[in-house]
């Protein structure tokens, strides 16, 4: 994964698109196979709201032996998840400044958004998954539920 990072230049645009691409895909593939054996033995899920705790809790925990240190939302179909000590970006340095560091460490998040996707998309939920950083090791997740977009409900058994 590093070295199709390294491949996407700043400079070479539809590059760092293409390997954007790839990634995020990866990520959702993982996250559809991966869901299936997280919750074959789960209840059904009573709304959108109850598949992101179980994202943050039993999710995070198979991923990062830790669950999300904080979810918020408006009630409205947009969840933010907030790891303070993401583990994937966690020994990230470099000699550039802070901004600079966070802005070389987005690709690395390409992934984990896929996969988050793909973890809703496993349990019939459509989503837009975004991931900034504020600065090494934290990283946000925010996730926007397709309006209409499928349900808890529509996850088979």
């Known amino acids: 994964m590093a070295r199709t990072i390294e491949a996407a230049t700043p400079t070479a645009t539809g590059d760092r698109e293409a390997v954007f691409f790839k990634l ?10 991966m869901i299936e054996r997280l919750a074959k033995d789960h209840p059904r899920f009573k709304d959108t709201l109850d598949v992101v705790k179980f994202i943050c809790k039993e999710v995070w925990m198979a991923l990062f032996g830790k669950q999300v240190d904080n979810l918020k939302t408006n009630h409205r179909g947009v969840y933010v998840l907030q790891d303070n000590h993401f583990k994937w970006i966690d020994r990230a340095s470099s000699e550039r400044s802070l901004a600079e560091t966070t802005q070389a460490m987005t690709p690395y998040l390409w992934f984990p958004c896929g996969l988050l996707r793909g973890v809703l998309a496993g349990l019939g939920i459509s989503a837009v998954v975004m991931a900034e950083s504020a600065g090494v090791p934290q990283c946000t997740f925010q996730i926007k539920v397709a309006s209409g977009g499928g349900g808890a409900q529509s996850r088979p058994q």
């Open 24 to 33: 995020e895909m990866l990520g959702y593939n993982v996250g559809m196979r």
